[in-house]
């Protein structure tokens, strides 16, 4: 037996526990895992909170990102002991994900975990460091370069805003970070953000194109936000946009595509294709400074992921939440 999050439905009430489950439950799958850690994501909080828009099938175990020890396996890229990841596919939307101790799933969702990384230090990266990675690769397939000059990123204060915001500074970019949390001016100065501003700089005002200030952007709230920095950026500049904390909505003219030439590069983790995942992990590996990463983690036993997950829609978590499986 092994502990789980479990999310269910009855009756359209969605609730989550822990709970006591048997391996004979497990989904199908060619290689099982013992989880040693997961994370919290807001797509997690979201599951577990609420469900829809995220889970698909109903009981599900929460949790889009796991680490751990392949303990069974069908495939014959991976054996008994091997150390192993997983982020995205489905995990904790239609298959049972990373928030329970054992998980199985197909061996082609998996990666080798990438060298140099603790099981924590890549779950402290997760979902959200993978996606800040394939934000900044938009940015430079655009052209961008640290000389093309500043780079904004909201959502300052989350996982995915601080983990863009370290790995700009690190690869020499000037970063202009946007939070609502004023307090957390020394934490995003300690990231590497060379300015921080408020949330209201990305409020809209009603024009088409704003004064040009940003050479590109990295954008994980969405709506207003997402309109506004792209009606703001340089001529020729790009935006990648990963996430939807403010809303779904786009409220946006063209003319920052066909007056600015401006790019906006949508950005999926969730199916990102295998060759770019593992590009993608082998740069986290070698360019995020261990300490400043771990400036932005915070651990918390399984238990404890339902109290954290409301914490994370109201928008007062900082950083990243790593859960300690086992
Ligand atoms: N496309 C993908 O593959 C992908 C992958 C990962 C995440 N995402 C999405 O990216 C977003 C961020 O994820 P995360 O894990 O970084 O979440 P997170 O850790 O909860 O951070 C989200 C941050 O957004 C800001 N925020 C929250 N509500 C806001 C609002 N109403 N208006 C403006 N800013 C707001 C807050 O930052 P401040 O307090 O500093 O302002 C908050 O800390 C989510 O929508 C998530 O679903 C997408």
Redesign the pocket.
Known sequence: MFEALMIRRADGVVTTRLEQVGPDALPEGDVTVQVSHSSL???D??AMTRGAPVVRRFPMVPGIDLAGRVVQSHDPVYQPGDQVIAT?WGLGESHWGGLAGMARLPGRWLLPRPGGLSARQAMGIG??G??AM?CVMALEDGGLTPASGPIIV??????????AIMLLAQLGYEVV?????PQ?HAY?TSLGAAEILP?DT?SPTGKALETARWAGGID????D?LATMCASVMHGGTVAA??????MNLPLTVAPFILRNVRLQ?????M?PRPRRMAAWARLARDLDPTRLDSMLHDAPLADAIGIAPR??A?H????TVITVA
């Open positions: 994501n807001y797509k909080a979201l995205g979902t959200a993978f996606t394939l909201n959502g300052a204060g989350g996982g995915v805003g601080g983990m970070a946007v939070t609502g949390r957390l995003l949330r990305l994980v709230v969405g709506n936000a990963c996430g939807l904390a403010g809303g949508g950005i999926d983790s969730v990102c994370i829609l928008g978590i900082r950083g990243r």
